[in-house]
């Protein structure tokens, strides 16, 4: 934002107003982080603030300040739709396409209201008359903490904030070990920490709340799903529906596992594809310069970062594997270089 556009949103959050809060499908620990960081910054100044997400989110995210209050569009649809058609600003978080949050996309396109992105990931669709854009920043808390600062209102960071934007940041950044956190993320977690945040209690709510289930579903993926392709420096993972059952899959059980894939010595690639309601979603990560957000714009109807993307693919699971194999040796020349 620019400073015309820093007054304007100050003009605006001057008097109370009916907001609304998006984020994107199955949202992560930087889109809950991000939305109710957002949500308890904009209640101090009294406007009336919904957060509304696609869909549900992992049972490690729920205990942050306001998860009670958060509308799931998929659940409680009419009420969502209310809301929306009410709102006076809608602020989308950590999302680049109103394709990314579904059909509460169809409701956000078709309102009247304000619209302000608030993303840090790559080429962001032209929806939202004011954004606050940076794919420099490790996560869309650090925009948010920005933002926060740019209205003039750090005086209002808290111990609710603290530890909504703490996690995002955390998750976002591999706890601070991705090549994304730099000395200004470590500044900001030391203003967060003095604002209150728990640093200690939320990585044990994030990763120690583990069930057996989720280490056994892990331990299988290990011993039993992990193909490495040595020759093309890639490794990858799959799940289907039924092996997930087996396991009584839960909402988030699968986190992360398509890190393990990377952190193998030598491996440059990594990919995850697990089915879900009959489409095969994929996850992508890489290290180095290989663009896993090109890779999946191209081939699986996805994007994201440069070393982090998504995406979907409409075969099953077999055919895509099929897919991704015969892929995959047409890069060999980015994935072998030194």
């Not at 609304?20 to 009336?48: C, E, F, R």
């Not at 070393?307 to 047409?330: C, E, Q, R, W």
Request: aromatic share 10%; proline share 3%.
């Amino acid at each position: 934002m620019n400073a015309k556009q820093v007054k304007e949103v100050k003009s605006l959050l001057a008097k109370p107003k009916h907001i609304v809060i998006v984020t994107h499908w199955s949202p992560d620990g930087d889109a809950m982080g991000s939305s109710l960081g957002l949500y308890n910054y904009l209640i101090q100044k009294d406007h009336k603030v919904t957060v509304i997400t696609p869909n549900d989110y992992p049972a490690f995210l729920s205990w942050m300040p306001g998860d009670k209050k958060v509308i799931d569009f998929s659940k409680k649809t009419a009420a969502a739709k209310k809301h929306v058609a009410q709102a006076e600003l809608i602020f989308c978080l950590d999302f680049n396409s109103l394709k990314r949050i579904d059909k509460l996309g169809d409701e956000v396109a078709k309102s009247k209201a304000i619209k302000f992105i608030i993303d840090h990931h790559l080429q962001p669709e032209d929806f939202a008359k004011y954004m606050l854009h940076n794919v420099g920043a490790c996560s869309t808390c650090e925009l948010i903490y920005e933002f926060i600062s740019l209205m003039g209102d750090k005086k209002l960071l808290n111990k609710d904030i603290a530890n909504c934007l703490y996690t995002g940041i955390m998750t976002d950044t591999g706890s601070f070990r991705f090549p994304s956190t730099t000395t200004k993320t470590h500044a900001i977690i030391a203003d967060l920490m003095k604002a209150g945040a728990e640093n200690s209690e939320i990585h044990n709510r994030i990763y120690d709340g583990n069930t057996v289930d989720k280490i056994k579903l892990l331990g299988y993926c290990l011993g039993e799903k992990l193909t490495v392709m040595k020759e093309l420096n890639t490794a990858y993972f799959s799940l289907t529906d039924k092996e997930l059952k087996k396991f009584n899959y839960k909402k988030g059980d699968t986190e992360g596992v398509v890190n393990y894939a990377l952190s193998i010595e030598g491996i440059k690639f990594a990919a995850f594809f697990v089915e879900r309601d009959g489409i095969i979603k994929t996850s992508f990560r890489s290290k180095g310069s290989f663009n896993v957000n090109l890779f999946a714009r191209a081939h699986f109807e996805g994007g994201g970062h440069a070393n982090a993307a998504g995406g979907m693919s409409p075969l099953s699971m077999k055919d895509t594997l099929k897919k991704f194999v015969s892929i995959v040796p047409t890069y060999k020349k980015e994935l072998t270089k030194k």
